[in-house]
């Protein structure tokens, strides 16, 4: 992540740009129901997606054809759930690849499905169970941040490895080799970004307590629950 510009197959550029697509639609009505029920929430969204932005565009070299860097897209899966963070991701990445020449337009659905979609969802889904087991709040941040991160690369080595198969080795031993190439950088990226959001967490419940009660991160008290199921379908 981010696969770089024209380095996909156009067979494999269209393919995720069309699994993309219906949880950018998806996630854009998500988006605009919170908005528009919820109006005091815009803040809180611009700095999830600011957060991602900023993080995101620190880009180290990896593989070639792409490159490591932190997600940043944990705090906004725990915050407003993965359908609005493929929004604010897919915003993200499109600028990005316009303004920084990172990724590029006929990788965005390659690009949006890995770190805008993926990412988010596996990073919510492990902040999910650990929070009804009872887990303390900000352990299950920096699990959900760390989880988010690196399923993100390791749906990017798939990627390649399918657009890229080994000669005598074919799929499975491409995915060994990009996995255990972005391994190299993107563990430490993922431990430093949980412990990033973990910090960020720490200062949102300290200045949004209320706004995070509503999105049932906190309780009234201070006291963590487990996520409203009904509220979380809802939104």
Request: hydrophobic share 50%.
């Amino acid at each position: 992540m981010h696969i770089a510009e024209g380095f996909l197959p156009p067979a494999h550029a269209v393919a995720w740009s069309v699994a993309s697509a219906p949880f950018v639609v998806h996630g854009a009505r998500s988006l605009t129901r919170e908005v528009r029920e919820h109006p005091e929430s815009t803040l809180l969204l611009g700095a999830s997606g600011a957060f991602t932005f900023v993080l995101s565009a620190l880009k180290l070299p990896s593989v070639t054809g792409s490159c490591s860097h932190p997600t940043g897209t944990g705090l906004g899966a725990v915050l407003f759930r993965p359908p609005i963070m493929a929004v604010l991701g897919t915003i993200t990445l499109l600028f990005q690849a316009l303004l920084l020449a990172h990724g590029g337009l006929t990788t965005l659905g390659a690009n949006v499905f890995s770190m805008a979609i993926v990412g988010p969802w596996a990073g919510y889904g492990v902040y999910r169970l650990l929070r009804r087991y009872g887990v303390p709040l900000m352990v299950t941040v920096f699990a959900g941040a760390f989880v988010a991160d690196l399923s993100t690369y390791c749906v990017t080595s798939v990627q390649l490895a399918l657009a890229f198969p080994d000669p005598s080795s074919g799929f499975l031993g491409a995915l060994g080799k990009f996995g255990s190439i972005f391994a190299v950088t993107q563990i430490p990226l993922a431990v430093s970004e949980g412990l990033l959001t973990v910090l960020v967490m720490r200062l949102l419940v300290q200045s949004s307590k209320g706004e995070l009660t509503r999105l049932g991160v906190l309780v009234t008290g201070g006291r963590n629950r487990k996520p409203d199921t009904t509220g979380a379908v809802a939104r």
